[in-house]
């Protein structure tokens, strides 16, 4: 329940309570005659001084619903004595009527009515025996009156004063008078229950907005506290994880066992002088098991183990991570001090607080970062000793880091988690596939061939789809046969549960481009269709001619989420790195798309905007990163940090190499989307013949692509294309300008 609704739950609830009990708390019935007892304390009567008991007649007769309650009374009114006056003669009139209703308890109950002072005041003077007595309550600014003829009614009074000026009346008047005790709280609350309601409001009001606030500043008062989870004790266990969980990531598993090996047996290597490393930083691509590795390190371990994200060190307010820092190795210390054992400290995305720093004038969460990586690289290898406590980082952005994060004494362990390799993309089906019913034709091997550049992630996520598809067709499969009379036991019986090849290759097309879509397809122009068919068309007949382009092994131009259609290309084994001509051909097939609606359709539309992008950028880094252009081997990289410490800022080299720069990719990505043209037009005749399948199925595969080609040989070849392919013709032809 919400804190602040249990706060005015709370305060209600007193408040009722405290009505109720000073609302329903009779001293006395009031119907009852007054008696005297030892209280009184009027008239020059002694306190403890029995008084003599003077009945009250009462007209108005109800059963006892509570024992009549002795107050403290004056005398009786006396009669005449010889010399004074004689009382006023009165026919106690009735002035006020009572109300008799049944209440919740059972019983009549005389309701009085409200008579105002002053009538008070000229019934004492006019009458005063007809005033059967008068009660006064401690705490309560009001008398309760009950005349001789039963009727009864309250008087409010001002104040204590009030209640003195009329004792003394009534006393001088010889009306009996008594006190009787009230619950001070009761009393308090019927007397001043606006007030109080109104402090209680504005407390909630207060309290309310304090907490809003807190809310709103990220809980001021726990800014400075880590908000790692301690994951080797407690709720916040992590998930059941072990290296032999771990595939596709050998060298990492390697350099982390060594680490755990160090935990368990840290005698064994002090006997030998070897110090652990301090820090392993995980570096890789988004995807790879980087913090799966963490994982298995907490279940492997014998030691604390905490986990943070960077993002967690670094807030709004400058000072706040840097206390964050300090406040999660002073808990390492003293763990390790406690325990006897070593604290593994796991932080993810650490780029986002140990990011490269900057001099130029940043903004205040630029600032907080800096102070937040000062104190880290200082924790981390300081004065402060940090025996026992090992820290593991996690990045996909190693190149965004600072320098001095990255030195022997801080990560002084780099480990590479790169995506898997064939051998591994099969370790990690086979871990994924578990004990899911696969067909016959399903390998594993079949499986790692389809999935070239595909991460850990994406393959898990393969086999979720795959099992998806699979149980949804032996769903509508099973529904049918017991719509048709059968059984489901017969039903299932008749079933053959099994996850195909065809579902694998539907999940591997929804991890990499999206979600199918064949509603929106059957709706799409023809127009559309036909721009889709020949724009894809291009890529592949440019595939076939470019030689650095890896083999097709899929057509199609089904709508997905993330593409109108694709040519999916498969290398035949796994690749490190990219020669001048493979780079070229990249450009040219990806390029050939627009060629081919420029020369079949003569028009163009929006959907090669990805096309250009992949282009460019391998044209930038063919020039700028790579050294494969007329300008020579050079590498300038990236430009520089800006003020704020991200991109933008004067790039490390000047104006006049940055124009060169861009003029020679430019010249790159020309030369490239020529030679697509050249190829778009010398191919036609095949470049149609796939148009026409593709209209009328959307999707071809590798064995029909391969008979097409066959069928319709390129009369055009790589050579035949005006490319610089080596770098004597680039000189040439950067001396011909």
């Known amino acids: ?164 000026a009329l004792m003394t009346k009534l006393a001088s008047a010889h009306v009996p008078f008594g006190v009787v005790p009230v619950d001070p709280v009761a009393g308090f609350v019927s007397n001043n229950f606006g007030t109080i309601l109104m402090v209680g409001l504005a407390i909630l009001f207060f309290v309310g907005l304090r907490r809003a606030q807190a809310a709103q500043m990220g809980k001021m008062t726990g800014m400075g506290k880590s908000r790692g989870k301690d994951v080797s004790k407690g709720t916040d266990k992590v ?83 840097a206390a964050r820092v300090r406040e999660l190795f002073a808990t390492a210390r003293k763990t390790v001090a406690e325990t006897k054992k070593p604290y593994i400290i796991f932080i993810d995305e650490i780029d986002a607080v140990g990011g490269k720093r900057s001099s130029g004038m940043g903004s205040g969460g630029n600032r907080e970062a800096e102070q937040t990586l000062n104190e880290l690289l200082v924790q981390m290898d300081g004065i402060i000793d940090n025996e026992g406590i090992i820290i593991i980082g996690a990045t996909n952005r190693i190149d965004m880091l600072d320098e001095a994060l990255l030195r022997p004494g801080r990560f002084e362990v ?53 099992s998806i598809i699979a149980a949804e067709r032996f769903a509508a499969r099973l529904n049918s046969m017991v719509a048709s009379g059968m059984t489901p036991a017969q039903a299932r019986l008749e079933l053959t549960k099994e996850v195909t090849l065809n579902d694998f290759d539907e999940g591997i097309d929804f991890v990499r481009y999206g979600n199918a879509d064949p509603g929106k397809q059957s709706r799409m122009r023809v127009e559309d269709k036909e721009n889709t068919s020949v724009h894809e068309s291009g890529h592949a007949c440019a595939a076939v001619v470019a030689p650095g382009v890896d083999p097709v092994v899929k057509i199609t131009i089904m709508n997905r989420s993330k593409a109108l259609g694709y040519v999916q290309t ?17 450009i040219v097939m990806a390029m050939a798309g627009r060629a081919a609606q420029q020369v079949i359709l003569g028009t163009c539309d929006t959907g090669a905007s990805n096309d250009f992008e992949q282009a460019t950028d391998m044209a930038r880094k063919m020039v700028a990163s790579w050294g494969m252009s007329r300008l020579g081997p050079i590498s300038v990289g990236q430009r520089g940090a800006g003020p704020f410490g991200g991109g933008g800022g004067n790039a490390s080299y000047g104006d006049d190499l940055s124009n ?71 000189a040439a032809a950067k001396s011909e300008e």
């Open 1 to 164: 329940m919400n804190k602040n609704l249990k706060f005015v739950i709370w305060i209600v609830s007193v408040l009722i309570f405290a009505f109720v009990v000073g609302r329903f708390r009779e001293p006395f019935e009031v119907n009852k005659p007054i008696t005297t007892t030892a209280q009184y304390a009027g008239r020059g009567h002694v306190s403890g001084h029995a008084t003599p008991t003077v009945p009250s007649p009462s007209p108005v007769s109800s059963p006892a619903t509570t024992p009549a309650t002795s107050v403290a009374v004056a005398p009786p009114n006396s009669t005449s004595t010889a010399g004074s006056a004689p009382a006023p003669v009165n026919t106690c009139s009735a002035a006020a009527t009572t109300t008799v209703i049944n209440t919740a308890r059972g019983a009549r109950t005389v309701v009085a009515t409200t008579l105002p002072v002053s009538d008070l005041y000229q019934m004492i003077d006019s009458s005063p025996s007809c005033i059967s007595g008068v009660v006064f309550r401690n705490g309560v600014n009001a008398v309760h009156v009950v005349r001789t003829n039963g009727n009864t009614f309250d008087v409010n009074l001002s104040d204590e004063g009030g209640k003195a």
């Open 239 to 321: 998930a059941k994880v072990t290296f032999k969980d771990v595939a596709g990531a050998d060298e990492a598993v390697k350099e982390l066992r060594r680490v755990v090996k160090g935990i368990v047996g840290a005698q064994i290597y002090s006997e030998f002088g070897a110090e652990l490393p301090r820090g392993i930083m995980l570096k890789g691509p988004p995807g790879t098991g980087k913090t799966l590795l963490a994982r298995a390190v907490a279940n492997e371990t014998d030691g604390n183990f905490i986990a943070e994200s960077g993002s967690g060190f670094v807030e709004m307010l400058v000072g706040v991570g």
């Open 414 to 466: 780099h480990v590479n988690v790169d995506l898997p390799d064939r051998a591994g993309r099969e370790a990690i089906f086979a871990i994924h596939v578990g004990k899911r019913p696969l067909a016959a034709n399903v390998t594993m091997a079949a499986l790692a061939d389809r999935t070239f550049g595909y991460s850990g992630a994406e393959i898990k996520a393969i086999c979720n789809r795959a």
């Open 570 to 586: 498969m290398p035949d084994n796994d690749r490190v790195s990219f020669t001048r001509t493979q780079a070229l051909s990249r």
């Open 660 to 730: 060169e720069i861009d003029r020679e990719w430019r010249y790159i990505v020309d030369l490239c989307y020529a030679a697509a043209v050249k190829i778009v037009t010398a191919d036609k005749e095949r470049l149609m013949a796939l148009h026409e399948i593709l209209m009328k199925q959307e999707t071809v595969l590798a064995g029909e692509w391969k008979a097409l080609m066959e069928r319709y040989p390129s009369k055009i070849k790589w050579e035949d294309l005006d490319l610089p392919l080596d770098f004597t013709s680039m």
